[in-house]
């Protein structure tokens, strides 16, 4: 098989079909080489994407939009609100695993990380996963607050905006690949006002794909804005086991390069929050 098939064979699984082409091609990058058969590029390539994007998503969530819009096409559902389970932000945050296992400590986190920006912020999630659903926990501590998640997984980003719509948030998903810094960095630029990035359980999927990518984007994204928070997960997000390494690498690259403001954990999660150094 030639390139052009082995990515469209790659892409055919669904949960693969909506990624950034850039993503699919820096993961069969790392397989593409001689040692390895077609079956087996295609195979390893899958199970890396599986890991970078997939594991932490229940294949419930990725089917509410087309379940809802199927239901309204055939009438099922005559009422604009539709099926109140699926619109349920915990139901949601529940059936991601980052999500979920955040979800008991979000008022103590944001109430935490946003004590500087109470009157008003805009939120740049990357990585989102599903945490858009948690706004109610952002209105709670900021009066006004806008949110833009990037995530790599369209079905996520359609789920957000759909309900963003829906309940009239003031909030969007942006379909997007965060080893496109141009365009992130375009994101960033064009709001005015406070602005803070979550960086929430997504660096290591960055690495997975290309090493020390996350140092670059944090060079380049950090003197953009107000405050950068970065998040670890402390244990195994799917063994649950507890993770061994200490991740110095980026403390020391952060502590370095930055003003290290906040260290700490909350639940199974570490966050280091920081900002651009003052001269
Ligand atoms: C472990 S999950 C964390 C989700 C969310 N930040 C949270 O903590 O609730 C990592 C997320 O990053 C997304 N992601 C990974 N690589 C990405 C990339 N290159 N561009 C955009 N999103 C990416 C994945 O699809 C996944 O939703």
Do not use: C
Request: glycine residues 4%; without cysteine.
């Amino acid at each position: 098989m030639n390139h052009a098939e082995l990515f469209q064979k790659i892409t055919q699984k669904k949960e693969f079909s909506q990624l950034p082409k850039k993503d699919v091609e820096l993961a069969f990058e790392k397989f593409d080489k001689d040692q390895y058969g077609d079956e087996e590029k295609v195979k390893l390539t899958r199970d890396l994407l599986r890991k970078v994007f997939s594991v932490f998503t229940s294949q419930k969530i990725l089917n509410i939009k087309d379940r809802d819009e199927d239901a309204k096409s055939k009438r099922i559902l005559r009422r604009p609100k539709l099926n109140p389970k699926f619109n349920s932000n915990e139901w949601i945050l529940k059936k991601h695993l980052s999500t979920k296992e955040r979800l008991p400590y979000y008022e103590e986190l944001y109430s935490k990380l946003l004590k500087d920006f109470k009157k008003s912020v805009t939120i740049f999630d990357l990585g989102a996963g599903v945490n858009g659903f948690s706004y109610k926990y952002l209105g709670n501590v900021v009066k006004n607050f806008s949110y833009i998640g990037i995530e790599a997984m369209k079905q996520l980003v359609d789920l957000m905006n759909y309900h963003f719509k829906q309940e009239k948030i003031n909030g969007k998903a942006i379909h997007e690949s965060l080893f496109e810094i141009v365009k992130i960095k375009k994101y960033v630029k064009q709001v005015k006002g406070a602005k803070v990035i979550f960086l929430f359980k997504t660096l290591d999927s960055l690495e997975m794909l290309r090493r020390n990518y996350s140092k670059e984007l944090l060079r380049e994204l950090v003197p953009l804005v107000d405050l950068v928070v970065v998040s670890f997960a402390t244990r195994s997000l799917v063994k649950r086991t507890k993770f061994k390494v200490k991740r110095n690498w980026i403390v020391n690259f952060i502590e370095e390069n930055f003003d290290m403001l906040d260290d700490f954990e909350l639940g199974s999660e570490r966050y280091l929050s920081f900002r651009q150094a003052s001269t």
